[in-house]
C-alpha cells in the first residue's frame, strides 16, 4: 500500500505507509520551507490524495530538511500576489482553503514542529488536531509586522490553540515565543528533545493508526462540531457515531476485548 506523489513542482510532498500513516511534507527548506500560493493551492489536494480511499488513518504535516517547519507566506510574491485588497482576497481565499483542508481533514493531523514555525506556517499548525514539538521549536504572527490583517478562519484557529489572551498577545505584539511557552499555553501537546521527535510523532500516529477509523473520524467530527457550534456539523457527527455501532469494527472490538487480543481494524 506505500505510495507517495507530489504537487507544485516537488514543493508539497504527500506520502503513507503500508501501516496508513500519510505525511505531508512542505518541502522548500532553502527557503525555510515558506509557501509559495501554488503551495497553499496545493496542500487541500495532497489532503485529499491521501484520504482518497481510506488511504491514511492519520497524517503528519511537517516540513523538510530537519531544520524549520516553515516560515509561512512568501513574502517575495507579494507585490503582485498581493498587491491590493482584491489580489489579497483571491490569495488568502487560497490560504484559508489550505487551513481548512487541515482543520476538516477526516482523519487526525499531527504537526510535528522544529525550528522556525511563523505566520501561515503556525496557522496550518494551529489548524491541526494535534501539535507536537521539539526545543528548537519558535512561533511568531508577524501580521502586524508587515501592515496586514490575518485571515478571519485562521485567527479562530489560533484563538482555539493559544487560548484568547495569548492568541491575543501574539497577534498585536508580533513577539517571537518559544516552544517551552508555546508548551505552557497548551499549545503544544508534548515537547521532545530535538533528537526524539521523529520517533515520539511516529509512535503517537502508529497509536491512532491502530485505532477503530470510523470511531476516531466520529470523535475528530464531533469535537469539529463542537468548535464550530453548527447543526449540520452536529447532525453529521451524530450520524457518524451511529454508524460505528452497525459496523464490522465495533463487534471486532468487542470480540478482542473479550477474547484479551488485539483488535484488526479494517475502518468497515
Known sequence: MAAQTSFADGTITAAVTDSRIGRVTINRPEKRNALTDAMWRALPAAIAWLTRDNLARVIILDGAGGRDFSAGADIGEFDTLRKDAETARNYEAGNSDAFRAVRTCPVPVIASV????????????????????????????PAARLGLAYPLDAVQDLVRALGDQAARYALYSTREFSASEAKALGCLMALHRLDDLDAEVNALAEAIAVAAPMSVRASKAAINAHSSHDEAAFASASSLADATFESEDYAEGCRAFTQKRRPDFSGR
Open 114 to 141: 522544529r525550528g522556525i514555525c511563523f505566520g501561515g506556517g503556525f496557522g496550518l499548525a494551529a489548524a491541526a488536531d494535534i501539535r507536537i514539538a521539539d526545543e528548537t521549536a519558535r512561533f511568531a504572527i
